[in-house]
């Protein structure tokens, strides 16, 4: 069945660094891909979302490309901020199914 | 406008005793989703309600679990006899199809229920 996969956590990175977070799919078909992310204390929010290969999905500075050929939509951005500190899901919707991974807690120390 | 909200945002509840959880969709929004988020653990799917149409119960974890959505809109997640292992957050998300066809999913604030 379809699953995401998601670099475990927790990463802690300094003000400015660039980051990554691995996100890998398997899907049956061709799904739409997501980040959402989880500030302490609230809600999920959708981040961004692709939905077809090689589409870029962007929002607030952090950008991730929907690649077919290794079925990966992994999370960057070039100079986190310590308002990033949140935790990151990244998801897959096939039909009216989503499947989410299991998070990504990111800690931004200044 | 007011997002996708939920009740109450926390409850605890003995093992064995019944307890509902409530989500109010935004306005308009056909589908309403439930899932579990464990700690340390992904989300959970347990329940998709879309229109109409027959619920789809597919991730329900046990006979336990029971959900309800009247007239389209308010939906109740009931957990009967509750154990230690449904201590968890319950979280509630509506959406409505774009028309690209992927679905944007609002989430509410969860639930929190813990079971002593």
């Known amino acids: 069945g379809d699953s995401v996969t998601q670099m475990e956590g927790p990463v802690t990175l300094s003000e400015e660094a660039f980051l990554t977070i691995n996100c890998t799919y398997t899907a049956t078909g061709y799904p739409s891909l997501f980040w959402y992310v989880q500030y302490p204390g609230e809600g999920l929010q959708l981040l961004l979302k692709?939905?077809?290969?090689?589409d870029k999905g962007s929002n607030k500075g952090f950008e991730a490309t929907y690649r077919k050929e290794t079925t990966s939509f992994h999370l960057e951005k070039g100079s986190v901020q310590v308002s990033d500190s949140a935790v990151y899901f990244c998801?897959?919707?096939?039909?009216?199914?989503?499947?989410f991974g299991t998070g990504t807690s990111l800690t931004v120390i200044p | 406008g007011a997002g996708v909200s939920q009740s109450p945002s926390n409850k605890v509840t003995e093992k064995g005793k019944d307890v509902e959880l409530r989500c109010d969709p935004i306005?308009?929004?056909?589908?309403l989703y439930w899932y579990r988020q464990s700690l340390g653990q992904g989300l959970e799917f347990l329940i998709y309600f879309q229109g109409n149409s027959a619920p789809d119960k597919s991730g329900l974890p046990s006979d336990r679990f029971s959900a309800e959505r009247t007239g389209g809109s308010v939906s109740t997640l009931t957990i009967q006899r509750t154990q230690q292992e449904d201590s968890a957050v319950y979280l509630c998300?509506?959406?409505?199809?774009?028309?690209?066809?992927?679905?944007?999913?609002?989430f509410g604030p969860g639930t929190r229920l813990t079971v002593t």
């Open positions: 998801a897959s919707l096939t039909g009216n199914q989503f499947y």
């Open positions: 998300a509506s959406s409505l199809m774009l028309t690209s066809g992927a679905y944007e999913q609002y």
């Open positions: 692709a939905t077809k290969a090689d």
């Open positions: 306005s308009g929004h056909t589908a």
